[in-house]
């Protein structure tokens, strides 16, 4: 759990929740003692600032070989390519994402989406939304997870042990997506 900005105690509460155990990152060198890594919302540009040069490439490093996952601010950071402003991204998903992407008057809201998975299509997830970004592109080897609206606009993607949401799955009672990300944290340690 990556916690030198934003909003990391509800993840850390809801990992804890599911059997996991739970480190606040806050030094570069404590990635080298973890199976798999939350990036939680915040803001991506302080996140930025924070981690600096070193810790950018250190995040980089990781987020290449262990599961990862990106919430909101977090989903930003491991963009390849990100808008409204431009701004670096790790590159760990081939996405393009544009910040603050709802305007003003849309800033935060509860919506409901979709599971793409057939298997767990059936019920709704409830997606809180707090000056989310949206993903514009998502390249060849991306999966959409779950989609929202009458667009489907994509807000779970997945590539490799990488995932990412524009909303906040830690402020919903529904588990499924922490599950989703343990489940690879799980398979990428036996592998
Ligand atoms: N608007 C923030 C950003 O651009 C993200 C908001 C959030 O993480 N809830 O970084």
């Known amino acids: 759990m990556l ?19 739970v480190v606040l990152v806050k030094k570069p ?9 939350v990036i939680p919302g915040g803001e991506s540009s302080t ?6 040069e070193a810790g950018f490439e250190k995040l980089k490093q990781f987020a290449r070989s262990k599961p990862t996952f990106g919430t909101c601010a977090g989903a930003i950071l491991l963009a390849s390519e990100v808008e409204n402003p431009k701004q670096a991204g790790l ?6 994402i544009r910040r603050n992407a709802y305007g003003r008057q849309l800033d935060s809201s509860i919506r409901e989406g979709r599971f793409v998975q057939e298997k767990l299509r059936e019920s709704p997830l409830e997606m809180v939304f707090i000056r989310a970004p949206k ?3 998502i390249g060849p080897g991306v999966e959409v997870i779950a989609t929202e609206g009458k667009d489907k606009d994509p807000v779970a993607v997945r590539q490799g042990r990488v995932m990412a949401t524009t909303f906040h799955p830690e402020l919903s ?3 499924r997506i922490h599950r989703a990300f343990l489940d690879l944290v ?3 340690r036996r592998s």
Do not use: P, S, W
Request: avoid cysteine; proline fraction near 0%.
């Open 91 to 96: 590159g760990a998903l081939d996405i393009r």
């Open 135 to 137: 993903i514009e592109r």
């Open 47 to 52: 996140f930025l600032k924070v981690l600096g």
């Open 29 to 37: 060198e404590q990635l080298d003692e973890i199976d798999g890594l």
């Open 186 to 188: 799980r398979n990428g």
């Open 173 to 175: 009672a529904d588990t």
């Open 3 to 21: 916690a030198i900005q934003g909003d990391f105690d509800a993840h850390r509460k809801r990992l804890e929740e599911l059997g996991a155990e």
